[in-house]
């Protein structure tokens, strides 16, 4: 059964980087689409950024382009959310999930999904 942990969150001042990773147990990393999703308190869950399931292209929503990159390391199952220049208001739990169908940008086309990590931007 896929399993996935994510890790890497925690608290930042608004300006500051973390990197956010996703740990993927199983034989079918390679062969799905993996998305980042995060949920503000109060706001529904709104989609990151996704990668294909080869890593040659990369879905990234508008409010974070330009900060936020998204990658995928093979030997390691493992799909990471990199994100520069952040600001309060990115201030929410992370998800990473595994793609199954349809388009990239609806959290309903997601199997799987990890528990979350938590990033706070402070002011």
């Known amino acids: 059964q896929v399993q996935l942990v994510e890790s890497g969150g925690g608290l930042v001042q608004a300006g500051g980087s973390l990197r956010l990773s996703c740990a993927v147990s199983?034989?079918?990393?390679?062969?799905?689409?993996m998305g980042w999703f995060r949920q503000a308190p109060g706001k529904e869950r709104e989609f990151v950024a996704a990668?294909?399931?080869?890593?040659?292209?990369?879905y990234i929503q508008d409010s974070v382009k330009g900060r936020f990159a998204v990658s995928r390391e093979y030997a390691n199952n493992t799909v990471y959310l990199q994100m520069n220049s952040l600001k309060p208001e990115d201030t929410a739990v992370y998800y990473c999930?595994?793609?199954?169908?349809?388009?990239?940008?609806?959290?309903?086309?997601?199997?799987?999904w990890g528990q979350g990590t938590q990033v706070t931007v402070s002011s």
């Open positions: 199983g034989r079918t990393f390679s062969s799905y689409a």
């Open positions: 999930a595994v793609h199954m169908y349809g388009d990239y940008f609806n959290s309903d086309r997601y199997g799987r």
């Open positions: 990668i294909s399931w080869n890593g040659g292209r990369t």
